[in-house]
C-alpha cells in the first residue's frame, strides 16, 4: 500500500516562501508522476503542479505559475514544492497524490 507523508506546512505572511515535502513509501514517487494538489474551503480541490517519473514533464496551475515549483530528490524519495510570493488565495489544505492516493495533507496559511 502506498504511503504518503506531506510536511512542510505552516504559517507565512503575504510574500513569503515555504517548500512542501512529500515523502512516498517504497520509491513510489520515483517510479510514478507525483501532483500537488490543494483543498481550500469551500473551493474545490485543484491540482497545482504536476511532475512524471522522469522529471521531463513538469505542468503548474496558472494560479501559481512563476511562484511555484515542484521538483523530485529521488534518493530521498521525496518530491518538493517550493513555494514564493506566496498569497493569501494559496491558504489551503496542500497533498501530494500518486497513482491515486494521497497522504494526510499539510495546511499553508497565508496571512498578516
Known amino acids: 500500500q502506498v504511503q504518503l507523508v506531506e510536511s512542510g506546512g505552516g504559517l507565512v505572511q503575504p510574500g513569503g516562501s515555504l517548500r512542501l515535502s512529500c515523502v512516498g513509501s517504497?520509491?513510489?514517487?520515483?517510479?510514478?508522476?507525483t501532483a500537488w494538489y490543494r483543498q481550500a474551503p469551500g473551493k474545490q480541490r485543484e491540482m497545482v503542479a504536476f511532475?512524471?517519473?522522469?522529471?521531463?514533464?513538469?505542468n503548474y496551475a496558472d494560479s501559481v505559475k512563476g511562484r511555484f515549483t515542484i521538483s523530485r530528490d529521488s534518493a530521498k524519495n521525496t518530491v518538493y514544492l517550493q513555494m514564493n510570493s506566496l498569497k493569501p488565495e494559496d491558504t489551503a489544505v496542500y497533498y501530494c497524490?500518486?497513482?491515486?492516493?494521497r497522504g494526510q495533507g499539510t495546511q499553508v496559511t497565508v496571512s498578516s
Open positions: 497524490n500518486v497513482q491515486g492516493q
Open positions: 517504497g520509491s513510489i514517487v520515483n517510479r510514478y508522476a
Open positions: 511532475i512524471s517519473p522522469s522529471s521531463d514533464m513538469i
